[in-house]
């Protein structure tokens, strides 16, 4: 994590590197969940069609035309390289799998890079306004997902989805929005000093977005896992599970945050 912030921090290419990492590994976990079902998933292509989110984002942040022609070339060749496979079956679903895989990872991380660059999308802003507007998200879901955790061991007697994660109560879940919102409130008002149009007034609905959000995240990751009947992700950060384990609820928080910012706050 410290070395994931410094690329940040750093931004440009660097962190375009990182959010690739993060994609990558994120999508052989993806595709690794896949081995526990019946059908193949396209591994090769569903981690280039990952990757090439991120580079899109940072290289043509603003074309939306460009991306059609990105998932459109993704789509066919996807279903290509399964057609092509002499050892293919069960196409639907593995062609369904592997671009949910690459959509997941690369897609959702590749938001990431939407928010460093945002100085690019606001006249005059500095290049560090990016790293101070992501820290946003990441710091309102890690707040979140740690006060969730601690006020379930303390108060957490309702399951909240038990089907899908048993360990998460409706008591952590609350205690968790409340605080999120009112993190929201004061991260709001410290980055209007630097970014005056984010005040604490849409940082309590960023908090409210993020307090909703992040668990969603979280609960929908434990669901891929729960069907591909694994307990974590992967084993990459040891102790704590792999890097979907990591980053389950950003993948969701950053998006609604960028789509709040550039739709309402800018």
């Not at 942040?61 to 991306?67: C, E, H, Q, R, Y």
């Not at 205690?175 to 709001?188: M, R």
């Not at 979280?218 to 591909?228: C, G, M, P, Q, V």
Request: hydrophobic share 55%.
């Amino acid at each position: 994590m410290p070395a994931f912030v410094l690329t940040m921090v750093v931004g440009r290419e660097l962190f375009l590197l990182a959010v690739i990492v993060l994609t990558v590994a994120g999508g052989i976990e993806f595709f690794g969940m896949a081995e526990e079902k019946p059908y193949r998933a396209r591994l090769a292509p569903g981690l280039v069609l990952g990757m090439v989110f991120p580079l899109f984002f940072y290289r043509a942040p603003g074309d939306s035309a460009l991306l059609i022609v990105v998932l459109t070339a993704g789509v066919i060749g996807v279903a290509t390289a399964q057609m092509l496979d002499p050892r293919g079956h069960e196409a639907i679903a593995a062609v369904a799998f592997t671009l949910l895989g690459s959509l997941y990872t690369g897609l959702l991380f590749g938001h990431q890079v939407l928010v460093r660059e945002i100085s690019r999308e606001i006249a005059g802003a500095p290049y560090w306004l990016g790293a101070i507007l992501l820290a946003v998200p990441l710091l309102l879901t890690w707040t979140n997902d740690t006060v969730a955790y601690f006020a379930g061991l303390r108060w957490g007697k309702r399951r909240l989805l038990p089907r899908v994660s048993p360990g998460k109560s409706v008591e952590g879940a609350v205690v968790a929005l409340i605080a999120t919102i009112i993190a929201g409130v004061v991260v709001g008002g410290v980055v209007e000093r630097w970014f005056p149009p984010l005040g604490p007034g849409h940082g309590l609905v960023i908090g409210a977005l993020v307090g909703v959000a992040a668990p969603c995240g979280d609960l929908i990751e434990s669901a891929f896992k729960r069907d591909a009947g694994v307990k974590d992700a992967s084993q990459m950060v040891p102790g704590h599970g792999g890097v979907l384990d990591r980053f389950d609820g950003v993948l969701i928080t950053v998006p609604l945050f960028y789509y709040y910012l550039v739709g309402v706050v800018l």
